[in-house]
């Protein structure tokens, strides 16, 4: 499984927009809209989030 994190916010509250028609994302966490996103896998995505708790 794939995961789709904001750039600004590290959310994974992350969407395409505009129904991923012109290659941008959508954080609804904060209002991101870009190109730019981070992608990572569960383990990556687990192990971030638990050094964020830290």
């Known amino acids: 499984m794939r995961f789709l994190i904001c750039p600004v916010c ?3 509250d992350v ?13 609804m966490k904060c209002g991101y809209i870009g190109s730019f996103i981070i992608e990572m896998d ?13």
């Open 10 to 12: 590290r959310s994974s």
């Open 15 to 27: 969407e395409p927009d505009t129904g991923g028609y012109t290659g941008k994302y959508h954080c």
């Open 42 to 54: 569960e383990e990556e995505f687990r192990k971030t989030r638990k050094e964020e708790d830290l």
